[in-house]
Structures are given as C-alpha cells and as structure tokens.
C-alpha cells in the first residue's frame, strides 16, 4: 500500500497532475499477494485516497 500512500503524497505537493492511472502487480515476490481479497484492499485504499480521480 506505500505505493499508494506516496503518490497521494505527491499529488498533494504538487509533483504529480492528474489524471492518475493506477495499475497493480500482484504474486511477485515480496510483494502483495494474487488473490481477490488482497485486490479488493488495494482498490478500498485506492478509492479511499483518490475518491473517483484515478
């Protein structure tokens, strides 16, 4: 989830315009694992963060 919470960041400041495109890789090593459960946390974040801006 730090991916997300940094570009929040970066949006805030200034550094990084819309619009924002997101995209997820999931079941690499020492990442996130591949299933819906771990997918759905990360949209939840996602929307949580941006709203309907990505």
Known sequence: ???LYNLKHFVE???VNGPIFLQF???ILGG???D???LMHMKRIADKLFGSSY
Do not use: D, K, S, Y
């Open 1 to 3: 989830m730090g991916h």
């Open 32 to 34: 996130i694992g591949a």
């Open 36 to 38: 819906p459960e771990n």
């Open 25 to 27: 890789v999931l079941g």
């Open 13 to 15: 400041r200034g550094l």
